[in-house]
Each structure stands twice: as C-alpha cells, then as structure tokens.
C-alpha cells in the first residue's frame, strides 16, 4: 500500500495518467525490474543519467562530484549530470513526459516528490535496502520519514538536517540582550531592544519556505505532534483549539515586530544575507547554511550561536524547539534507473554514496546529518556543524511540514505570505484548510 494520501497526491494525479505511459515507453519495456542487487554484467560501463538537487554552488555539489569522478574510474560507466533547478519537480516530469527519463534523481522528499511513488514515476526501494546491505547501517528514523505512516520505502534517505535557531550574541549584547531567549516574551522584549540599538530581530522570508517552516514551527507550539501531523495532512485548523491558540501566538509575534521589516515581501536569500550582514540578530536555518555562512567571508559563523525557537507558557515543549529530519535530499529510482540493464550501475553508485568516508566527506562539506550510524565528530570540522551534531540536549524537535502538507505547499505558502502581512488568524486558517483540502 502507497503510503501518500489522496490529497498528497493530487497534484501529480494528472501528470500520471498523461505521462505514464510515455514513462513507460521511455524505459523500454513493462517488464519486472532485475532483482534489488542487479546482474553482474550491468555493474560496468554504459551511462547514468542523474538529475540532482546539488548544482553548482550548492556546499554538497563539490563531495558528490568527488563521489561521481570515483564511481566512474572504478566501473567506466558515465554519469551525466543536469542539475536541478529550483522547481526540480516540474523539471523532472517534464522530462518525464517527453520520454527522456532519468535514472536516479537526488533530490529532497518534498511537495510534488512526495506523489512521485504513488504517480508511478519512481519505485519503492524496501528490497534494495535490505539487499544491498543498508538496512543495518540505517538510522531507523531516518528510514521512517521517507516511509510516512508505515507504507512503502520512496527512496533512500541521505541528506539528514538540523535546524536549530541562529543567535548572533555579538549583537544581542550590543543591544542589551543578556542571553539567548528561551521563552516567546523574552523573545518580545529582546526584539523591543534589537531594534532600538537599529538591529533587526528575527529576519525570515516571508514570501516561500523559509517563512512557511518558522510559522508551522511557532503555530503547533500548544499542538502534540500527532495532532499537528493530521491537521497538516488533512485540515482543521481553524477547529482544532490548540492550533489556533498557535496561530495566534504568530499573529502576536508579529504585531510585536518581532520579524524584520517587510518579511511577506522577503526570500529566504534575502533572509540569509541580512542575517550575514549583521543587520538582523536571530534566523531559523538549516545546517546546509553552516559552511555557507562561512564562506560569505563576514564572520558570521565566529559571532553566531545554535539554540532553539523560545517557547510560550503553556507550550507542549519543555525546550526551545527545532526541526530535525531525514527529508533532505535522498536517492529516488525511476522506473527506467529499475530496469535490469540499469539497476547494477545504481547499486553500484548509490551504496558508494554511503560508504563511512564518503558521508563523512558530506559532513565535512555540507553539514549534512548522518542517515546511518557511525561516530563521524572527527569529520565536523565545522564549528556549527559539531556544535548542531550534539544539540539534541538543548532543545525539543518540532514536526516538520513537509511529508505532511504534501502538494498543497505552494498554495500554503501563497496563504503564509500573507500571514506575515496583516491577516488575522481566522483568516489564516480558513486560507490553511482551503489550501489543505483544496
């Protein structure tokens, strides 16, 4: 049974009734795919082709071309690359549907990704974890999130995250701010200072994700967390007390300028390079940002440390919250990277890709967290990336949208928009259950 909701998938419903078939004519044959651990013969030479999330400029574009480079000296098959763009979805059914299908696509379990199993644009990989030797290695959280309530495994998770709270103290003391907040009026009264010392407090871009996640973060603060996860998945929000308690605990922070200036007309760009800069005190950021804020050469990553959203009273979490997750960009198999003449050259490349030294190589790079076990500390040279490594006792972990809220994220987003606006929050969740069951 496929694990996604039919909600979840109506936005790829249409694609796969008009495509299949050409997905189908793209692989060859409707023939059973080769069993999980491929033929001798299909492990060397030929091509891949790999649609991959990591482009150029990406901290983990470097490692997995290292990756890449090796996977070709030691077997003479090719991989070529298109990089992916921003709406790597749409790229990848487009290229679908005019019978160009890719192998393997490395890309995050996020909006239209998460219909691709049900859409039959991918093929569930339970077998080939076992058989290919994974499965023990395997965090099993991390197997769980690719897997949402129990049903088939949609691809191979790699790209683990932390997303804690970043806290500039250079700035918070110049402002008067003795210590990172911990509650939502300590937050009130820290933004209150930041911005008469000129310092923007808490900088979010308002108009796409990055806002979406730091309103889920702050509205399910008096939800629990299988409550939340219905209610992303199917609506009720303006009926579920505890959620509209959350939402307007926003609608509060808000109205007390607690986010910078214009945050419904702000990318998450633009929220990273104003918190670079220096001109905003506090941001919600992923760890794919760790070796990212080094490299913008401002000396952020010296005068920032990691923590959590502060909580209200009356919160269902003990500790500041974060997000964790396994949802980051992972390995989903098409139906053509399934044929026999294809399978023994993914396995091949896939479990390279989970070799000790090569995630190893990820964390170092990228910031990534782990999807299988290992003592890895000696590669998190990174001091954001030690420090988010052993985080967990400082804060409580949030549900993430994502898996949840499925296909309707750009419509969500559109309504979150103008939640950072001046909606009220009636207005904001009768937007959220119209989006939710559209």
């Not at 050409?22 to 060397?44: I, N, R």
């Not at 939640?419 to 929050?425: I, K, L, R, S």
Request: aromatic share 8%; charged share 20%.
């Amino acid at each position: 049974m496929h694990r996604t909701t039919p909600r979840a998938v109506r936005g790829v419903a249409a694609f796969a009734v008009g495509v299949l078939v050409l997905s189908l004519a793209a692989c060859g044959s409707e023939e059973p795919a080769a069993p999980a651990g491929g033929t001798a013969s299909a492990h060397g030479g030929g091509s891949l082709d790999v649609v991959t999330r990591w482009a150029a400029g990406n901290s983990a574009a470097a490692a997995q071309k290292r990756v890449f480079d090796a996977y070709t000296k030691e077997t003479g098959t090719t991989v070529n690359v298109t990089e992916g763009l921003e709406a790597i979805d749409d790229q990848v059914e487009t290229a679908i549907a005019a019978g160009k299908s890719p192998d393997l696509v490395i890309v995050n379990l996020f909006d239209k990704t998460v219909g691709w199993l049900d859409a039959g644009v991918t093929v569930p990989v339970d077998q080939y974890v076992k058989d290919w030797g994974l499965e023990a290695r395997m965090k099993p959280e991390a197997l769980d999130e690719w897997r949402v309530a129990g049903g088939e495994l949609q691809g191979l998770p790699f790209s683990g995250f932390s997303w804690p709270f970043w806290y500039n103290t250079e700035l918070l003391t110049k402002a008067g701010v003795a210590s990172v907040p911990t509650t939502t009026d300590q937050l009130i009264d820290a933004a209150r200072k930041l911005r008469a010392a000129g310092i923007g407090p808490v900088a979010v871009g308002g108009k796409d994700w990055s806002g979406q996640k730091l309103f889920y973060q702050i509205a399910q603060s008096f939800t629990d967390a299988k409550t939340m996860q219905k209610v992303m998945q199917e609506g009720g929000y303006c009926s579920t007390p505890t959620v509209m308690n959350g939402i307007k605990l926003f609608t509060d922070l808000r109205d007390a300028k607690v986010f910078v200036d214009n945050a419904a007309g702000l990318s998450a760009d633009d929220m990273y390079a104003t918190y670079y800069s220096g001109k905003a005190a506090i941001m919600s950021a992923g760890s794919w940002a760790y070796t990212e804020s080094k490299a913008s050469g401002t000396g952020i990553e010296t005068r920032t440390t990691l923590g959590g959203f502060p909580v209200p009273s009356g919160a269902v979490y003990a500790k500041p919250t974060a997000y964790q997750g396994f949802t980051g960009v992972g390995f989903l198999i098409t139906k053509q990277g399934a044929s026999p003449e294809k399978i023994g050259r993914i396995k091949a490349l896939i479990t390279k890709f989970y070799d000790q030294a090569t995630v190893g190589d990820f964390v170092k790079d990228a910031g990534i967290l782990p999807p299988v076990t290992g003592d890895f500390a000696s590669y998190a040279t990174d001091p954001l990336t030690a420090k988010s490594l052993d985080l967990d006792a400082e804060v409580d972990h949030a549900v993430l949208p994502d898996v949840w809220i499925g296909s309707a994220s750009d419509t969500i987003t559109q309504v979150l928009t103008g939640a950072y606006g001046n909606a009220t929050p009636q207005e904001i969740c009768e937007g959220l259950d119209n989006a939710t069951k559209g």
